[in-house]
Structures are given as structure tokens and as C-alpha cells.
């Protein structure tokens, strides 16, 4: 047994929100990584020399699926140790991919699939199961430290009645709603214009409590005090992967 470190390679090729599977054989060979059967992994290998890893994902997806992948980047790296042998395992995703999926080494994995995120086989190859576990928590970057800083920041340019500041919040593509039943907005135009009228309103007291957050969605509480007369509602705010704001939906709930 030689003691040095080697370097795998794991590739999660996004499609939606499926992922590529290869189920590995019942009597696959043991070829010196680590060694799972009967299980399901992400496409990937060990990396060669004088290739870098990006090179080296490229070559085992299409070794393997017979796919081209591209606009690849690094999620991260773990180690995947057993008693005999010792991986660091670069964790790359790939936001491409193109060509005619075939099984290419059928003695390794017999068979491939597109599997959606939220409805994953039980059985996963452990070094896979560690990458997607990784991907999922990392996903949903919204927490509530962040929700109510952005809450604050709504509540004060409304309250201040700052329409510029406000709708800068949203992003060029938001879509703004203000009940289900009221045509939607989907420009910063649009929003700016139907913000407007706030600058006429007796504004006395405003509060927002975040209620619930999930999947990069912030559900929230509003209350609004005006013309001595009290407003409550819910806010659904929903966020992209960078912590832009996409989508903001308004319910009164009684007046």
C-alpha cells in the first residue's frame, strides 16, 4: 500500500434541477479509488498527470457518458479517505453540456439517468453523496440574518418615502405583483411608477416580520399603520442564487 494522497475528480452536470447519475456496477473492479458497487455516483475519475482538473472533468464525463460539459467551476473539495487508500476529491460543476448520452463503460456503470435534486436515489456513492449534500446546503444562500437586514431596508425607504431607494431593491427583471388579482409589473419603470403614490400617503407606523424562509424565499409579515387605520398582509419575496431580488408578491389580508 503506498501512502501518498491522490486527487479525484467529481462532476455534477446541471440540467434544471436534475443532476446526471450512473448507477455503478454489481462487479465493477476495484481500480484503486474508492471502492463503492451497487450504488449510484456522479460521473468523474482520478485526475492524470500534466492535466489540470477542469481538463481532467472534461475527460472522464466523456469517457464515461460519451457528454461534452463546459462552463465549469469549482465548488469545493473533500477528502475521501478509507483504510487503504486517500482522496481529495474536487468537487466541479458543470452549468453544460451537450452530445448523445450512452453508457460508455458498461463494467464500471451499467446504466445512467437524470435525476431531479429533490427526489435522489437512496443509495449513493458516498463520495457523490457528500458533493451533492454539499451543493444542496449551499444552495439556498437566503438566511434570515440577510432577510430581515433587507425587510429593514424596505421598511425605511417606504417609511421615508424614498422610491428611488426602494425600487432599487429589485432587480431589472423583478416581477412585482401586488395581489394575485392585479396586473403584474416586470420592469423598474413599471414599479417605480406604481410606487409613486406613496409620497401622498399618510404613512404612520410600518412593521415586517419575516415568517417563514425556504428555498431562497422569503415569506413575510406586513403591518401598516395609515390614516389612523391599520393594514396587515403577506409579503412572498423570492431571491436569486446571488441574493438579487426576483419576484415580490403582495396579500392584504383584511382592512
Known amino acids: 500500500m503506498d501512502k501518498y494522497i491522490k486527487i479525484g475528480i467529481g462532476v455534477m452536470i446541471l440540467d434544471g434541477n ?3 447519475l ?22 468523474g475519475g482520478k485526475q492524470e498527470y500534466n492535466e489540470t482538473f477542469f481538463e481532467g472533468a472534461k475527460r472522464e464525463v466523456k469517457e464515461e457518458t460519451n ?12 477528502d475521501d479517505i478509507q483504510p487503504d487508500r486517500h482522496y481529495i476529491t474536487m468537487h466541479v460543476i458543470a452549468k453544460k453540456h451537450s452530445g448523445e448520452l450512452k453508457i460508455m463503460e458498461p ?13 435522489l436515489p437512496e443509495k449513493l456513492y458516498s463520495p457523490s453523496k457528500k458533493f451533492i449534500e454539499n451543493y444542496l446546503n449551499n444552495k439556498n444562500k437566503l438566511n434570515k440574518e ?17 422610491i428611488e431607494k426602494a425600487v432599487s431593491l429589485f432587480t431589472k ?23 409613486q403614490h406613496i ?25 401598516l399603520k395609515q390614516n389612523n387605520q ?26
Not at 457528454?67 to 473533500?78: G, H, M, S, T, Y
Not at 463494467?107 to 439517468?113: A, S
Not at 440577510?146 to 424614498?162: M, R, S, T
Request: aromatic share 16%.
Open 67 to 78: 457528454l461534452d460539459i463546459d462552463e465549469l467551476e469549482l465548488f469545493d473539495a473533500a
Open 199 to 223: 409620497k401622498n400617503e399618510n404613512i404612520q407606523d410600518i412593521d415586517l416580520k419575516v415568517l417563514a424562509i425556504d428555498n431562497n424565499t422569503l415569506i413575510a409579515e406586513w403591518l
Open 107 to 119: 463494467t464500471k456503470e451499467d446504466k445512467w439517468k437524470w435525476f431531479d435534486l429533490d427526489n
Open 22 to 43: 450512473g448507477h455503478r456496477a454489481k462487479d465493477k473492479k476495484d481500480t484503486g479509488g474508492i471502492f463503492e458497487v451497487d450504488c449510484w455516483t456522479l460521473p
Open 18 to 20: 436534475k443532476i446526471l
Open 146 to 162: 440577510f432577510a430581515e437586514e433587507w425587510l429593514k431596508k424596505l421598511k425605511d425607504y417606504w417609511f421615508n418615502k424614498d
Open 173 to 195: 427583471t423583478t416581477f412585482y405583483q401586488e395581489t394575485p388579482f392585479m396586473k403584474p409589473y416586470t420592469t423598474i419603470e413599471e414599479i417605480n411608477q406604481e410606487w
Open 230 to 255: 391599520e393594514f396587515d398582509g403577506i409579503y412572498e419575496i423570492k431571491f436569486n442564487d446571488d441574493l438579487e431580488c426576483i419576484c415580490f408578491k403582495s396579500w392584504e389580508m383584511n382592512k
